[in-house]
């Protein structure tokens, strides 16, 4: 298995604001998730970033919503851009080492728009 | 596509006894795994049990067990001795590797809600 650090750990920002939650992994990886989470509710998939390409976006999530970069096979970030209150949610980004092997997260992040 | 469905929101149980979690999933790939994932208020998503489709036998870790019953496309968690720190959300979660649009991607269920009371 393989460890992410996710930071921050939570944030409060104003609507209209940006924000960018990274995710660095402690081993090379090909693929990456990010995923947003209503408090008590399932995880709903955002996009998917591979190194070296552009991310593939879910029906409902838009690159110019949430940019995501990927600039190397242990590290990615999803910014929150143009923030509104509905934006309120966890973000949790998440990994695999191969296909064959279970998934693995970050800690999440606790974004709170006001 | 395929879709998962835990139609358990909620349960509880008490410290010591044994728990079942249900989950039905459905797919047409003959080859996927499956996984039950835990979600205490920390919000780390902890893995707790893999399932393997080719594997006739139901894989356990310690106090939790599965029963895969690939025919009836069902795949329920069994959590013996409950412990305090069992509480939190879980998941099931399905995998294929096969090719299309889901390639590489979870399916998560809608979560149950695991409260064990001392």
């Known amino acids: 298995s393989a460890v992410i650090s996710q930071k921050p750990s939570r944030d409060i920002c104003q609507r209209g604001t940006s924000l960018t939650i990274q995710c660095q992994v402690d081993?090379?990886?090909?693929?990456m998730f990010w995923y947003r989470q209503q408090p008590g509710q399932s995880l709903t998939l955002i996009a998917t970033?591979?190194?070296?390409?552009?991310?593939?976006?879910e029906s409902g999530f838009v690159i110019d919503k949430f940019p995501i970069s990927r600039p190397n096979l242990t590290f990615s970030t999803l910014t929150v851009s143009n923030m509104s209150p509905e934006d309120s949610s966890i973000y949790l980004c998440?990994?695999?080492?191969?296909?064959?092997?279970?998934?693995?997260f970050g800690q999440g992040t606790r974004l709170t728009v006001v | 596509a395929q879709t998962v469905t835990q139609s358990q929101p909620e349960m509880s149980v008490q410290e010591a006894e044994t728990v079942t979690l249900s989950c039905t999933y459905d797919?047409?790939?003959?080859?996927?795994?499956l996984f039950w994932y835990k979600q205490p208020p920390s919000r780390q998503m902890i893995l707790v049990i893999r399932?393997?489709?080719?594997?006739?036998q139901n894989a356990t870790e310690n106090r939790f067990s599965v029963n895969f019953q690939k025919a009836a496309k069902s795949f329920s968690l069994k959590i013996s001795d409950s412990q305090l720190g069992d509480t939190a959300m879980y998941f099931c979660?399905?995998?294929?590797?096969?090719?299309?649009?889901?390639?590489?991607?979870?399916?998560f269920g809608q979560g149950t809600i695991l409260t064990v009371h001392p």
């Open positions: 399932q393997e489709a080719y594997k006739q």
């Open positions: 081993s090379q990886v090909t693929m």
């Open positions: 970033a591979n190194q070296g390409s552009e991310a593939t976006y």
């Open positions: 797919t047409s790939e003959n080859n996927y795994y």
């Open positions: 979660a399905f995998f294929t590797n096969a090719g299309g649009t889901s390639y590489g991607k979870l399916t």
């Open positions: 998440s990994s695999r080492v191969d296909l064959n092997t279970e998934a693995f």
